[in-house]
């Protein structure tokens, strides 16, 4: 497993053509050609969350099965068991204004394949625990929600901040 | 209430009798994403998941890794922490800010450097820990956990100037991993408070509660293996678990459909682990414990 790890850091930066160091904020770093490091966790942000344009006064609801649910990729130690949590806004701003949004009790769910039609549902307000898959460890997280524009809103781009954390539960 | 658009998701060609061949394909899939071959993805890459920390260097390094087409700020925080279980037997982070003053803290004083920066597109930062520790620190170990926060540096929907109500999320990517720093000899152990074991129609469903002895964490991995009344093996299953304190876990592993008969499972508790480096993990006795199971 730790071998592949290996394998799979080295052949992305080869791949990307850039194994050098970063270019960063405040720090440089001096980076060997190869290193070897301990087991990955990564996650993806695959696709957002998109509502688009909303209709004032109807309030708009994206479920987990939607193609515009929002999808993340996590992966990691093949079978490891990880907990998901999810930090929700409760309204997006422009300006001085503000939409609402929410999030039901199966805004969420989670899948070892990217099959959100059969994924298990859950609400993105309590923690999960679940496992990687345990042939590559592989596992898609879905998210939902429901934006509730009133009939005065003002137009704008809203924006907010929907956060997923991953952690091992084993380490 | 309005549902949004009739798009569903996509059907992908996996399904529960996926291939050997097709996860193959589908892994080589996700390392094309993963390196960048698609401007949709915006990821991030944290490796090793648990850093450890000698006393005599007083210094780590983890990786963040951008392997997306577009720049990425990313944010390192300390905060004291560590997993413990909930009423049902799940586990979770505790992350714990103002730890009291006794806790076996190191957030307050390793740093991460740097601990905000821009990860150019395929670019890979290194995160230097350093730790400064107070004098007269106690042998022992300390913890905390590493919180990685990774957002893209493009919006999400660019500004306009019409009269539509738009929604532009943000999502963002937070991973937490764990610090172990160790001063001097540090030992651990594990001691198994409880086990209970039942089939429950296509399941085995153990119960288990894990003590710690010694002053370091217990990082090692639970394993079960499920016998016949003719000592053939069932099936087999192994859990990562991390003990800082008392621990009770409710597992659940697939069984299929059972013969009538007579079982054991049998659990041992080791330090075996597959995914952290073999000198970076305490040695400790392991512990077995074996039961019967009466499947009517």
Redesign the interface.
Known sequence: ??RA?VI??V???I?????????????Q???ASA?V????????????????????G?????????????R??I???R???V?L?F?LPTF?MVGPNT?P?SFGPTAAGHHT?????NAVLFDPHV?R?TQLRA??G?LYA?LGG??S?SLT??????????????????? | ?????E??????A??GT?T?RR?RL??LG??L????LSG???????????VFIDHRTRAAV??V???DQVPAEVAVELVYGY?VSDENG????ELIPDPPADAPSAARWVRA????????P?????I?LLAQPPAGLADGEYWS?III????GQ??????A?????????????????LIYRKGAVTTGVHLDGFAARVAGDSLRADIRLGRSGGGAF?GTLIFALRDDGDQRVGEW?????VYSDLHRRLAFPVGDLAPGRYTVHLRVSTER????EP?VLPAAPVEQALALDVP
């Not at chain 2, 209430?1 to 658009?5: D, L, V």
């Open positions: 497993m730790m790890v799979t850091l052949l992305a930066g791949a990307a053509g850039l194994l050098g160091p970063a270019p960063c904020a405040r720090a770093s001096i980076e290193v490091v301990g087991g990955t966790l990564t996650i993806t942000r695959e696709r957002d969350l998109d509502f688009g344009d909303v209709i004032r109807v309030p708009a609801t994206i479920a987990v099965g939607n193609a515009a649910s929002g993340f990729l992966r990691g130690t079978g490891a068991e907990s949590d930090l997006l939409l949004i394949l990217p099959q959100a039609q923690t625990i042939s590559n592989f879905w429901t934006v524009p809103q003002p137009p704008g781009v809203y924006t907010g901040a929907i956060t997923l954390v991953v952690s091992y539960t084993g380490s | 209430m309005k549902a949004q658009g798009r569903p998701e996509p059907v992908s996996g399904n996926t050997r996860e589908s892994a996700a390392l994403l993963t390196i960048g949709v993805a915006n990821a991030v890459v944290v490796a090793p998941h648990a983890f990786y890794q951008n392997p997993p799940g586990v979770r982070v450097l740097p601990a905000r920066c821009v990860v150019a395929g670019a890979r930062q290194a230097r956990r926060t990774s957002r893209s919006p999400p929907v660019p500004a306009t019409d009269e539509a109500v738009k929604v532009g999320l943000t999502l963002e990517m937070r991973t937490i991993t764990s990082l192994k859990q990562a678990v991390a597959e995914d952290i480096p970076s």
